[in-house]
């Protein structure tokens, strides 16, 4: 049991190209999401999906695509990447969130753009 | 944007000192959740909050969410080097609401 899985673990992008950060896991949790990691800022969620084929923004969704075509995947496309976007990503999933599910989160993916 | 604000940002204490990181808010949360994070890994979950005024412990860890629960704290009884990390608190605004609200974290470190 793998729990959550990313990759890559760190990438270096140039300013205007673009890339797919993966995340699996194989928990069979119905509930994902992308959070993005700046110091002094905390985990903010990007986007998020409550099952395969539904997914919705969250808090910082400009600038990030994502689809859910099966409960195992969730990718993050970034589209032109931008300076802005240097972070740490991080993906999660959860079995439950009413009432407060607990979240597993992978081992994060360091961006530089550049 | 409901806001969480923990302080202090830094802790640095001796082992088998005690210490209290606080996580406030002027907004009601309907659960509370505390986690640590270690230097390249992602936040592991430590302990859930529903109830106002209820109190957990997890082992040296004792958590506690305000009455009105809009706050809560986190006190650690006689750190160990092991309870080094950045500690995350994270509420949600509603029963049904997916989004979790984090605070930047209180990064502690426990010195030998």
């Known amino acids: 049991n793998a729990g959550v899985t990313q990759t890559p673990k760190f990438q270096v992008l140039k300013t205007g190209q673009s890339m797919t950060l993966q995340c699996a896991q194989d928990?069979?949790?119905?509930?994902m999401s992308w959070y993005r990691q700046d110091p002094g800022m905390g985990l903010r969620l990007i986007h998020y999906?409550?099952?395969?084929?539904?997914?919705d923004q969250g808090e910082v969704p400009n600038g990030y695509n994502v689809s859910r075509s099966t409960t195992e995947d969730f990718p993050l496309r970034l589209l032109s990447a931008a300076p802005s976007q240097t972070s740490v990503y991080f993906c999660?999933?959860?079995?439950?969130?009413?009432?407060?599910?607990?979240?597993?989160f992978g081992p994060g993916t360091r961006l530089t753009v550049t | 944007t409901q806001l969480l604000e923990q302080s202090p940002q830094f802790l640095s204490i001796q082992e088998g000192e005690n210490l209290t990181v606080y996580c406030n808010s002027s907004?009601?949360?309907?659960?509370l959740q505390w986690y640590r994070q270690e230097p390249g890994e992602g936040p592991v979950l430590l302990v859930t909050?529903?109830?106002?005024?209820e109190v957990k412990k997890l082992k040296r860890l004792t958590f506690q969410f305000g009455d009105a629960r809009k706050d809560s704290s986190l006190h650690i009884t006689a750190a160990q080097p092991g309870d080094t990390g950045l500690y995350l608190c994270?509420?949600?605004?509603?029963?049904?609401?997916?989004?979790?609200?984090f605070g930047k974290g209180t990064k502690l470190s426990v010195i030998p």
């Open positions: 999660a999933s959860s079995t439950s969130w009413a009432g407060g599910g607990e979240q597993y």
């Open positions: 928990m069979n949790h119905e509930y």
């Open positions: 999906s409550v099952g395969a084929g539904i997914t």
């Open positions: 907004s009601v949360f309907s659960s």
């Open positions: 909050v529903v109830t106002g005024g």
């Open positions: 994270a509420g949600r605004s509603g029963a049904g609401s997916y989004q979790l609200t």
